[in-house]
């Protein structure tokens, strides 16, 4: 029996899980029952289970909200359904009255299911449980012949219990769907296939339909549509949508495509063979695999991608320059290009101090109209001299699609900065051009919606994103927004890219620039990105978060400092 595949269940022995289950292997598993389905997910990711069997939709009651909201939050792929029937039994220890039962227990949909009947029962106490044979289970311990529990006539059996009344659903066509998920099994192709997905669409007027559109004008039947709340995005929704289909077939794929343009989140929860009534042996064809299908995860998330990216700038006559993968880089200059000497003796500081990356704004989008919007290409052509007079790398800001085929030639890293995080025709132009991007979260984005915005650049096959902390707004006033620190280990944990922090425009405040820089380095950052100015009480941008020469020079000593005690 030790050696047999393991299934986590929800509900004890004689559930209508375990039914359905024995449906599905007949007698060629060992089925571990759980109190919910929390913990029938968690025996599968701590690997005490290699498959979990969970109710999705009843054909009277409609959708299971748990099971749902627990997909969207599993990195494990659906590889299988059943669908069983299900008939309700009133059973007790021994055979007594209907009008001398006390107490009824069973789960709470069960005794949904079965109202009509309970409607008649106007003395008795209904009493919600965690499971319809845990319910079994319960009053046969109890053996109080007054209490009974409406559960599946095998419960009966395993328990001992005597069948008071049988078939006690209000209709009689009830019937469960139970999906099977795995952590290191797999389908192979099936031709007669489902697939299910679950996206977020654009936040515009016919945003839905259009997404719907696309699979009407491929020819796609649809299965299944289900909306749930966004929980942490008020009167937002999660769609839920099942349809014929594997997602390796050509067409699938095509919709894919277009989908990823109609969504702002698609995420593939899986393809399985659609269920026809024969079990594993005849129907699915499952096998073990130690290589893990991982197509339907993020390409962002270590799921997808353990080993950390590491980002290479090479050109002839200048130092490499490693971003990530253990390396603390700093990336240093003016805010703003405003003029070549302002540029050049800023870039000399940085250049004298080990630096190599050089930053400064040509195109800057500004909150007033009247600020300093910036030289525009003339300040991309002072950035490129820079560059060739000092051997540095730049990094400058692109804030329109139109503009990435005219800022490309000047720079080495492109910036998308917080304003532009979700707009996502330039993170889709970006994600065709193989430069490295770093992506600045935006004032009020979630760290999720950072990580999707870029999956965005990602999935157009740019694969050298570095991702940005630099304050998010709340209401604190004392500081320019509030610096989300706490960002960098989850985004370390949650991601393989290299994480940056702006302290300048994280606090704009120049003296808080040193120490939120050394708490980004303990933090887990890969490196800070600060602005320096040789003249910052006369910039035209941003001069209060500006290191000055001198500051810039305690701040590099100081940083420096600390990388060899961390080292150490």
Aim: charged share 25%; with cysteine.
């Amino acid at each position: 029996m030790g050696s047999l595949p393991k299934v986590a269940i929800q509900g004890e022995e004689g559930s209508f899980s375990e039914e359905a289950g024995v449906k599905y292997w007949e007698k060629s598993v060992v089925f571990i029952p759980k109190r919910s389905s929390d913990e029938v997910i968690k025996a599968v990711e701590e690997n005490e289970a290699d498959y979990g069997l969970l109710p999705i939709e009843n054909s009277l009651i409609g959708s299971v909200s748990t099971t749902y909201d627990l997909l969207l939050e599993s990195h494990f792929p659906i590889i299988g359904e059943i669908i069983t029937q299900i008939s309700h039994y009133l059973l007790a220890i021994k055979k007594i009255p209907l009008k001398n039962i006390k107490r009824i227990y069973s789960h709470p949909v069960a005794l949904s299911q079965c109202s009509s009947f309970l409607q008649g029962l106007k003395h008795c106490e209904i009493i919600p449980n965690y499971d319809t044979a845990g319910s079994a289970l319960k009053i046969s311990r109890e053996k109080d012949p007054g209490i009974a529990a409406i559960a599946s006539k095998h419960a009966a059996k395993i328990y001992n219990l005597e069948i008071l009344a049988e078939k006690l659903e209000d209709y009689p066509n009830n019937q469960t769907r139970f999906i099977i998920i795995s952590k290191t099994a797999k389908t192979e192709y099936h031709k007669n296939a489902k697939t299910s997905i679950v996206f977020t669409t654009l936040h515009q007027p016919g945003a839905l339909y259009r997404v719907l559109k696309v699979f009407n004008d491929y020819g796609i039947n649809l299965t299944k549509l289900e909306s749930r709340p966004h929980k942490t995005e008020p009167w937002r929704s999660y769609f839920y949508l099942d349809f014929e289909g594997h997602k390796a077939d050509q067409m699938v794929k095509e919709v894919f495509k277009e989908l990823k343009e109609q969504t702002n989140f698609l995420k593939i929860m899986g393809s399985y063979p659609i269920w026809t009534g024969k079990g594993k042996v005849e129907h699915l064809h499952l096998k073990k695999t130690e290589d893990e299908d991982k197509s339907h995860l993020p390409l962002y998330s270590r799921e997808r991608q353990d080993k950390s990216t590491t980002i290479s700038l090479k050109s002839p006559n200048m130092a490499d320059v490693t971003i990530g993968g253990g390396a603390f880089t700093i990336i240093a200059g003016p805010c703003s290009v405003e003029g070549r000497k302002q540029l050049f003796k800023t870039a000399n500081i940085i250049r004298e101090s080990g630096v190599r990356i050089l930053r400064g704004g040509a195109f800057k989008p500004r909150t007033s109209p009247y600020s300093f919007q910036g030289l525009g290409e003339e300040g991309l052509k002072l950035l490129k001299e820079a560059r060739d007079a000092y051997g540095l790398y730049i990094i400058s800001e692109v804030v329109s699609p139109a503009d990435v085929e005219l800022v490309s030639p000047y720079v080495d890293i492109f910036q998308i900065g917080a304003r532009n995080m979700q707009n996502f025709t330039l993170l889709k132009e970006i994600g065709n051009i193989q430069k490295p991007v770093l992506l600045k979260r935006g004032m009020s984005a979630t760290i999720s919606e950072f990580l999707l915005s870029a999956e965005y650049i990602l999935s157009h096959g740019n694969e050298r994103v570095i991702l940005c902390e630099r304050g998010i707004r709340t209401f604190e006033t004392t500081t320019r927004n509030t610096l989300d620190l706490s960002a960098v280990p989850i985004l370390k944990e949650e991601t393989h890219l290299p994480v940056f922090v702006d302290p300048s425009h994280g606090t704009g405040n120049r003296k808080l620039v040193l120490p939120m820089s050394k708490a980004a380095m303990v933090s887990g950052a890969d490196g800070v990105m600060v602005e320096v100015h040789f003249q910052p009480d006369s910039a035209m941008s941003d001069g209060n978060q500006s290191l000055d020469p001198e500051m810039y020079s305690v701040f590099k000593k100081e940083l420096d400092m600390l990388i060899e005690k961390l080292i150490s």
